[in-house]
């Protein structure tokens, strides 16, 4: 079946330290997207890409960074700078369509203690 | 830059009723509008997607329109089950003609049998 992979599900780091959330796509969809979740706030847009190699900041950028290597991968690493890096984050993909729909990834809860 | 509303907030009702959620925007020159829901911990899943060019969608006891031109949209569901119990989000594309989807906060709802 075609979808969206996130990986891992939970994943616990210590204050400081970065780290990188895995997002793989095995539907042809050219764009990808990073999004955060906190309760209450809705989903903020990190980061997003339309085409390997190239990747643009959304509303919240600061504190991450993205690669787009290649057309199914979309890794998003939090960084040390990243002042409250605590969320649920989501991966989404779709194809560069008005009539695309978007599908998302189960998601990656991060806790940084 | 394109705001997305959704209300009521939350929504509490007995199972049977019918529904409607609430989502309006501020920029009508969108390619679609998608309607998702979303379970506790979960990722979103895809419910409709209207086209600009619809009025409505349907799809079992879902039905969303879309009037551009007032910059809403409503999610009516019929005869809701404890089932339905979720949240619920809207998303249509940032101004600009972007394909970047913006998401408004989300209707919490619950159904009690």
């Known amino acids: 079946d075609g979808g969206i992979t996130q990986s891992p599900k939970y994943l616990f780091r210590k204050e400081g330290q970065n780290v990188t959330l895995s997002c793989e796509q095995n539907?042809?969809?050219?764009?990808m997207y990073w999004y955060r979740q906190d309760p209450g706030q809705g989903l903020r847009l990190i980061y997003y890409?339309?085409?390997?190699?190239?990747?643009q900041k959304g509303d919240i950028a600061e504190g991450y960074s993205v690669s787009r290597e290649k057309k199914e991968s979309f890794p998003l690493t939090v960084t040390s700078a990243q002042k409250n890096p605590t969320a649920f984050y989501l991966c989404?993909?779709?194809?560069?369509?008005?009539?695309?729909?978007?599908?998302f990834g189960n998601g990656t809860r991060l806790t940084v203690t | 830059k394109q705001e997305v509303t959704q209300i009521p907030a939350a929504l509490s009702v007995p199972e049977g009723e019918n529904l409607v959620l609430n989502c309006s925007f501020t920029?009508?020159?969108?390619?679609?509008l998608q309607w998702f829901r979303q379970d506790p911990g979960k990722g979103l899943t895809s419910l409709l997607l209207?086209?600009?060019?619809?009025r409505e969608q349907t799809s079992g006891r879902l039905n969303a329109s879309l009037d551009k031109s007032s910059g809403r949209s409503t999610l009516y569901i019929a005869a809701s089950q404890p089932g339905d119990s979720a949240t619920y989000l809207c998303?249509?594309?940032?101004?600009?003609?972007?394909?970047?989807?913006?998401f408004g906060r989300g209707t919490s709802l619950i159904v009690h049998p």
């Open positions: 890409s339309q085409i390997v190699n190239d990747f």
């Open positions: 920029d009508s020159a969108i390619y679609n």
């Open positions: 989404a993909s779709s194809m560069l369509q008005g009539n695309s729909p978007l599908h």
């Open positions: 998303a249509v594309p940032t101004s600009g003609g972007s394909y970047i989807p913006t």
């Open positions: 209207i086209q600009s060019s619809q």
């Open positions: 539907l042809n969809h050219d764009a």
